[in-house]
DNA sequence: CCTAAAAACGTCCAATTCGTTCATTTTTAT
DNA sequence: ATAAAAATGAACGAATTGGACGTTTTTAGG
């Protein structure tokens, strides 16, 4: 549910007077709902854009229900990467949350974020776990803290209406945090996207794509069990497709797979140019 | 036909306090009947028109749509309990997300809510699943949904400094819900309680153990591969875990393993029973 | 049918917010 | 460097909000 807040809230959490946020509200730059007494209603979501468009600086993230030492400004993203690698090996779910927000207040898209944050943080644990350096409850823990972190940012992202997108990884593959990436970054562009899970059947894939007809489905691919046996699969699959449906494929394991087939599939190797894709996708809705 | 709700129910509704709601009533800004004792009777269709035309009376819709449960009658639950699953099959998320917080503002703990509303709709969706009724997606679809909201709860879940609590499902089994509802429940009883995941090996589940030391250990078990297999795994693994950590064990297919080996060790057959034996816990923190 | 608990009534009041004006500070242009 | 323009923050009376209260109506259950 939307938590909507009076102007002083918000003043007081990012630090500005009562009458200037006002004033942005009449100007428009904040979305803002009146009681029918007339007195201004803003939600977070909203602030949170402000926050990340402008270069306001959050002085009370608490008010907003933001971890607290949330800041904004200049990141070194590499030494972001360090300290979230860290946090999430050790299970500091606080310093997650603080490190990502961080991240995300800063500006910045889904997109990038997923690219120069969440995949290096993610792909580090994933080395540091074949080598034998890390406890499997360690990478499943990691994992669980930044779906939860994923799935809170998705609250306070504002929820358009416009093109449906579905996804969702193949049976086997049960590696949740990409397809919720994707999820995500969708929707902050503007999408109705929906993660259908984890470890779906390509003949339910097939069932959902029938029933919802969506413009765009992602398949993201982490791991398969035998190659050659998911590429014939996949490939099967992607020819049986409808033309309306613009299926993108993703993740690590993609680089085992030799060939693409159908002429409406297409795979991107990171978050950017998906999104860029996508875009394409929304300026054109004529199919 | 036309569905009658109280300022109560649209006040919280749409956010605002009950007495404003009454006092627009009684300015005419909605249409109010009365029943023959006095009190204020509000349609449906007069809100959202409120909201829709309202000039600038917006709100927030989102909780509109239904008769909030009065009171836990046995009646309402099982009411919820159909219009949950219908939500989750179609996959509503914003019904289910309603109905979700209706339930849980309602009052209750969440092992009630756990018990009496989510895994009832879960098995029933797990029935129609093994009758083949259900598609995959839909089933899975369900779960992501449910698991999204579970930890939107988390997030309003007050965070005590208690005893700490680990917690996860065994290697092969992937139902995230059920050990994420443990958490919470857990939470709520002022735990420190973090969920490993899911398809976690035992030998990781000792490291976890050796390097946390937690009071409570819980783990979830819907689905076993071999089961006199998986039963010898188990035993000889509870009886490794050292006794200052108590172990609980809880899920549909413990109902398929013969005995308990250790003495710290304890199944549960509802969240309830367990949120006792954690209360207990919690009081004599001496052990 | 009757009883007790829960919910809603009407009213009151302190706190908050409204819209506006105005002095002050910051930015922009000459 | 100076003046014009724009943005900020504080102050004001009027209006709105939301919580508290004791009383009355509705509802749930024997």
Not at 10 to 34: F, H, M, N, Y
Not at 161 to 168: R, Y
């Amino acid at each position: 549910m939307k938590q909507l807040l009076s102007p002083k809230q918000v003043a007081r959490a990012i630090g500005v007077s009562e009458s200037s946020l006002k004033r942005w509200c009449d100007q428009g730059l904040v979305p803002t709902e009146r009681t029918a007494g007339g007195h201004r209603r803003i939600c977070v979501g909203d602030v949170v854009q402000l926050i990340r468009q402008g270069d306001q600086t959050v002085l009370r993230p608490e008010l907003l229900g933001l971890p607290p030492g949330t800041r904004t400004g200049a990141h070194n993203r590499q030494r972001s990467i360090e300290t979230l690698v860290d946090a999430l090996i050790a299970g500091d779910a606080e310093l997650t949350r603080r490190l990502v927000f961080n991240n995300f207040l800063g500006g910045g898209t889904i997109a990038e974020l997923a690219d120069e944050l969440f995949a290096p943080a993610m792909h580090r644990i994933g080395d540091c776990w074949k080598c034998g350096d890390l406890e499997v409850y360690q990478e499943h823990r990691a994992c669980e803290m930044l779906a939860r972190i994923l799935h809170e940012l998705r609250t306070i992202l504002p929820q358009a209406k416009g093109l449906v997108a579905l996804g969702g990884t193949p049976s086997g593959d049960h590696y949740r945090l990409a397809t919720t990436l994707v999820e995500l970054m969708l929707i902050e562009a503007g999408w109705r996207a929906t993660s259908l899970g984890t470890s779906l059947p390509f003949s339910t894939l097939t069932k959902a794509i029938e029933k919802h007809r969506p413009t765009l489905f992602w398949l993201s691919v982490s791991h398969t069990g035998d190659n050659s046996h998911f590429s014939h699969q996949l490939n099967e699959w992607l020819v049986s497709v409808p033309k309306s449906t613009h299926v993108v494929l993703g993740g690590q394991a993609l680089g085992h797979i030799d060939s693409i087939a159908g002429d409406n599939a297409q795979s991107f190797h990171n978050f950017a140019s998906l999104r860029q894709f996508a875009d394409r996708l929304s300026e054109q809705p004529a199919v």
